[in-house]
């Protein structure tokens, strides 16, 4: 029997989502969350995918994840911590593709095309579900 690919897609973000990373990890408490490295990777590939030069500019992504109360440093920790962890990272990728996914339904549904705000439904960057 096979199981449709929404529901094995949504178990794994579930399983990512409620459990957060493994704690076998000793580091971790230096990473932020994996819910919060998904908002904040999925916010910049939506503004840049925008722009007309496909690019986001380094005032524009630090707006961002200031907004998302991350740094770069944050983003590049989190890859160095579980950029490994091959379960974790797939977790990830699936739930960023999830949410594009969605966007791009949402625009279909609105084709408004309404830009991005800083702010609106963010994921706090540190402790969420661990």
């Known amino acids: 029997m096979r199981i449709p690919a929404f529901i094995s897609v949504g178990a794994v973000v579930f399983s990512v989502v409620?459990?957060?990373?493994?704690?076998?990890?000793?580091?971790?408490?230096?990473?932020?969350?994996?819910?919060?490295?998904?908002?904040?990777?999925?916010?910049?590939?939506?503004?840049?995918?925008?722009?007309?030069?496909?690019?986001?500019?380094?005032?524009?992504?630090?707006?961002?994840?200031?907004?998302?109360?991350?740094?770069?440093?944050d983003l590049l920790t989190f890859v160095d911590v579980w950029g490994g962890d091959g379960e974790v990272m797939v977790g990830v990728w699936q739930a960023l593709d999830s949410l594009m996914r969605e966007e791009r339904s949402s625009e279909a549904e609105d084709p408004t095309g309404e830009?991005?705000?800083?702010?609106?439904?963010?994921?706090?960057?540190?402790?969420v579900g661990r």
């Open 18 to 73: 409620t459990c957060g990373p493994g704690e076998s990890n000793p580091r971790a408490d230096e990473a932020i969350s994996s819910e919060a490295f998904v908002q904040a990777y999925f916010q910049l590939q939506t503004v840049g995918l925008k722009s007309p030069q496909r690019e986001i500019d380094l005032r524009t992504r630090d707006s961002i994840l200031s907004d998302l109360g991350l740094t770069e440093e």
């Open 115 to 127: 830009d991005y705000e800083p702010g609106e439904d963010d994921v706090g960057p540190r402790g």
